[in-house]
């Protein structure tokens, strides 16, 4: 496998891994804020695992055709961002089917941190850089992600409640 090949597979995955791990959670909590719906948050993961993914690989797609990378490296990184957005956000509906919800959204946080914290160590050591500052600075955009879509579902249930 050459080199810009395993960089466009690498790409995607990471772009993948990230967004879907970021993305996934966000919502889950939030929609479990907002609503405390076992239904809502499965079927969140499920429209998330699906329109989410084929959106990130356009984007990934479109964005390397702005790079004039080759054709073959511009659908590994396509496939593979769809491939693991996909995968990786699906991960998150299994908790929510075998667990409580509550119980299953602090699974997933878990799950997330620990997707979030091995890419970043990846990363870190393929750039030969202290991992301990890259891992907290994801991990930290993670959680600020899960706080605000905590308090934005809290606030729009309270608002359609209270309208309703």
């Known amino acids: 496998m050459g080199k810009r090949r395993k960089y466009s597979i690498e790409k995607g995955i990471g772009f993948g891994v990230t967004s879907g791990v970021i993305t996934t959670l966000g919502m889950m909590v939030g929609l479990d804020a907002g609503t405390s719906s076992s239904l809502a948050v499965i079927v969140g993961v499920f429209s998330v695992a699906i329109a989410d993914a084929l959106?990130?690989?356009?984007?990934?797609?479109?964005?390397?055709?702005?790079?004039?990378?080759?054709?073959?490296?511009?659908?590994?990184?396509?496939?593979?961002?769809?491939l693991s957005k996909l995968i990786f956000t699906l991960t998150f509906a299994i908790p929510v089917l075998l667990f409580e919800l509550k119980t299953a959204i602090l699974i997933s946080i878990i799950w997330g941190a620990i997707l979030i914290g091995s890419f970043s160590y990846y990363i870190a050591t393929i750039q030969k850089k202290d991992p301990g500052k890259l891992i907290t600075i994801h991990l930290f955009v993670t959680l600020l992600v899960i706080i605000l879509t905590y308090f934005i579902g809290k606030g729009v249930g309270y608002l359609v409640t209270t309208m309703l």
């Open 55 to 82: 959106s990130d690989a356009m984007g990934m797609h479109t964005a390397e055709e702005v790079n004039q990378v080759s054709k073959k490296a511009l659908w590994e990184t396509t496939f593979s961002t769809f």
